[in-house]
């Protein structure tokens, strides 16, 4: 990605696209699951709702590099709103490092997607990154078909998509169009299962996700909340020797 800020992308719209992070090749993960029930049991249709807010603070730390970077995404549903002239759902996104690499750095991202009974379709999103001492940078990418993210699996089930994404660096001082990446995705539910985190013990869906850019493979683990106060939020994600995991939880307004 032209743009990576603990990958924006994935922050955008974790609540429906249980994909970890796209970026590190490799596998951290345990293959396995509990091969035991639903992955409908852990989303939430209310974090696309206006008046619902919600925020999940996270600590992710790079074993190799002995690095921890803490920060936090929230999350602002925004009603109706058109996206490359199609109708979709808008939901505001904005993440901030609060301390590790990269610390003061903020990313305000409008992701456009439909969510429907038993599945999402996202369509892309705009990135407005806040560079220390640089100013704004701003990004559109948009996902050619949109990215499909079905709800209902059963355990051990898995469902394959390609699309193009392409980036383009708008209204900034960096006028750029990225070369169109060819995107295969492969999400598989692996069961739900009990987490540990340090903001708290959690009942998750775990999901492996094989992502393929451009001949390049990467493999990460997702934990997504099933418990009711914190349905559809991120607890955990394992991708080759990054650990990330959520450190606070909240939702407002359900």
């Not at 409008?110 to 038993?118: G, I, P, T």
């Not at 692996?190 to 708290?200: M, Y």
């Not at 914190?230 to 407002?252: C, F, H, N, P, W």
């Amino acid at each position: 990605s032209a743009i990576n800020i603990l990958d924006v992308n994935f922050n955008a719209s974790a609540a429906y696209n249980p994909n970890g992070s796209g970026n590190n090749n490799g596998n951290n993960g345990n293959n396995s699951g509990s091969g035991t029930g639903a992955s409908k049991e852990c989303y939430n249709q209310n974090l696309i709702k206006q008046g619902v807010t919600y925020s999940t603070e996270m600590s992710s730390t790079v074993a190799s590099l002995g690095t921890t970077t803490v920060y936090v995404v929230n999350y602002k549903p925004n009603g109706t709103a058109s996206f490359n002239g199609i109708s979709a759902q808008e939901l505001l996104t904005d993440t901030i490092i609060l301390s590790g690499v990269g610390t003061g750095t903020v990313s305000k991202i409008k992701s456009y997607l439909n969510v429907y009974d038993n599945e999402s379709l996202a369509y892309g999103n705009s990135v407005t990154l806040t560079l220390p001492g640089f100013g704004d940078y701003n990004v559109v990418g948009t996902m050619t078909p949109p990215k499909r993210t079905p709800f209902s699996m059963a355990a051990n089930e898995s469902f394959e998509q390609t699309y193009k994404y392409k980036q383009e660096a708008v209204g900034s001082i960096f006028p750029i169009s990225y070369p169109e990446q060819s995107m295969t995705e492969k999400l598989t539910f692996l069961g739900i299962e009990s987490v540990t985190v340090p903001a708290g013990s959690f009942k998750a869906c775990k999901f492996k996700h094989d992502s393929t850019v451009d001949s390049v493979t990467s493999v990460s683990y997702t934990w997504q909340i099933s418990d009711a106060a914190y349905r559809g939020l991120t607890a955990k994600i394992e991708a080759k020797d990054v650990v990330t995991v959520a450190t606070k939880l909240s939702i407002q307004g359900q």
